[in-house]
């Protein structure tokens, strides 16, 4: 009953009121689970365990974050950004250790989101969005290009022929049938269709499918089952277990908190609504919790998968929920028809998915646009393909871009210089006084020449750092050692306070005064 009422009060219940979107979100939530299959196994085997545990994880962070996230419409499973860093852990120190690690880092996701963590991904400029969805485009299309090959080898010119000319097929489908109808989602179709002519028309034998491409890694076979509770089991002292886990489970927090918010920031645009980030990053660490107590390898929000939910008309919770409870219900008493299912079908989905997340526009604007934000692009694009690490990408693009607009801002600071009748030498400055800009402002002033009495003006100016306040002392003193007497005038309260050294400041116009803070906490006495 309490969960009835938290979700009433949130508002989950309305959505169902729209039947039109709400079989738009079933259907395209169908759709979504016949292409999380797949994927879910693929990344099972880059984590290095059982595929039914990327099933699993599949199953219950979908639903979770369905029920409990904070953007409708955002398909969340297993991923392979997680993946990557799980293989080490799981290699080293086996599958529990991986179940001990998804609980304390969804631990760390629901205080992320209670402390109002989300509100950082504010700081990503759009250029860093630009380059992190087209790296994600990129590294989606190259990692279905290991679907032409078995066993390191090239497929033979005939197989290659005919799945290239499944996949033409498949996206045939996807892109025209919604110019004739959107009743049913064409990804849908398209799955089912290419299935059904490689079931029965001849001369499709040997066309590689799910069910082959398990047994080229290793498997018998699908053997479906529902997640069952499991307690991780690890036989060393809890202070020892912590030191292995802990730094896996910030890593994995902080490369699924950055996909989820980086996803849901795309959405938003997408759809022209807003998503709530604290309420998704509480989501995806309830989903991630879970998972270590019910045996799954954990995700976060795929991009993949929510651009074909979207693409589908997926908008409400319901695609979500129903694209986990179809999971579910395929990987236990369907696994047999998912087995058929031909990968050309499901490369030629996630093609389509190429397309549509890839900003085509970018292409033509980096020669208009500045240098500074066409190199961000292009740099976050290459960290996220070579590296794989998004979370380093995004970090990488934030670096870049502060420095860029500090070097560009350290240029903006510049003075008027005159003396009026009084003989008093005023400068007044304009721009920020900031680590960046303190070589420039000492340039600014002539100690030597300059008369007796000096008023600096800082009306037009921010005093932005702990690096302005020691440039400005610094100036004092030159002042006071030429035995010239200096006055900064329309300079806030608290930072004069800060300035220990000019014991001489007069003319302070506190009513006209900016209200910021410094970030040196420990000079506001």
Known sequence: MLLLSYL??????????????????????????????????????????????????????????????????????????????????????????????????????????????????????????????????????????????????????????????????????????????????????????????????????GVRTVSSYLSENGYTGLIGSFPSFHIPIIDIPLLEMLYIIIPYSFILAIIGLTESLMTLTLIDEITETRGKG?????????????????GAMGGCAMIGQSMINISNGGRGRMSGISSSIFLILLIVFATAYISMIPLAALVGLMFIVVIGTFAWPTIKMLNKIPKSDAFVIIAVTTITVVSGDLALAVVSGVIISALVFAWEKAECIHVEKFIDSDNITHYDLDGPVFFGSI???????????????????????????????????????????????????????????????????????VIEDPTYFVADDKLAI
């Open 8 to 205: 009433n009060k949130k508002g989950f219940f309305e959505e169902f009121k729209n039947k039109t979107q709400l079989k738009t979100d079933i259907l395209s939530g169908l759709t979504v689970a016949l292409a999380l299959i797949p994927e879910a196994i693929a990344f099972s085997f880059v984590a290095g365990v059982n595929p039914m545990v990327g099933l699993h994880a599949a199953f219950i962070v979908g639903l979770l974050t369905a029920i409990f996230g904070g953007r409708p419409g955002m398909i969340s499973g297993a991923t392979g950004a997680l993946a990557v860093v799980m293989t080490s852990l799981v290699l080293a120190h086996g599958i529990e250790y991986l179940f001990a690690t998804l609980i304390l880092m969804g631990l760390i996701q629901i205080l992320f989101g209670i402390f109002g963590g989300a509100k950082f991904v504010r700081l990503i400029p759009h250029p860093v969005m630009l380059g992190f969805v087209n790296g994600l485009a990129i590294i989606i299309f190259l990692a279905q290009i290991g679907q032409f090959k078995v066993g390191g080898e090239w497929l033979a010119q005939k197989e290659l022929l005919i799945m290239g000319g499944l996949i033409l097929l498949t996206m045939g489908i996807i892109y025209f049938l919604p110019k004739l109808t959107k009743a049913i989602p064409s990804g849908l179709v398209a799955i089912v269709f290419v299935t059904l002519l490689v079931l029965f028309i001849p001369g499709f034998e």
């Open 278 to 294: 604290n309420r998704e990053s509480i989501g995806q660490g309830i989903a991630n919790t879970i998972c270590g107590f019910f």
């Open 439 to 509: 070589t420039k402002f000492k340039t600014l002033f002539d100690v030597k020449n300059d008369t007796k009495e000096i008023i600096i003006d800082f009306a037009d100016s921010r005093v932005m750092d702990h690096s302005a306040i020691e440039a400005i002392d610094s100036l004092t003193e030159k002042y006071e050692k030429a035995g010239k007497t200096l006055h900064l005038k329309h300079l806030s309260p608290d930072c004069r306070k800060l300035i220990k050294n000019a014991d001489k400041i007069v003319d302070i116009n």
